[in-house]
């Protein structure tokens, strides 16, 4: 299973909201995909992240490092090649990555989720 694959279906298995993957490969000299989810409440944001590190840790991928934890309302972590942004409803609202972003293309999660 590919890196992109494996996160998006790990934040899928724990219930996150709105799941959205742009592709920064043309634009982006650092990343290659950002992967932006929601998460209804702080236990769920870090249940996303717990997974999404084991998963990723069970198919030999290392996260890079993680920014904000407990009582954050936005927390980013760093594949290297993809950059990871789990939020809380309203921190999403405010920083609106989609719309900041909005001529990248994006990835299409249903054929991930296959």
Known sequence: MKKLEIIVKALDEKLAKDITVLDMGMTSPVCDYFV?????????????KD???EKCEENGYSVKSIEGKKASQWILMDYGDIVVHLFDPEERKNYNLEKLWADMPTVDIEELLK
């Open 51 to 53: 997974n999404v590190e």
């Open 36 to 48: 932006i989810a929601t998460a209804a409440n702080e236990r769920l944001m870090l249940a996303l």
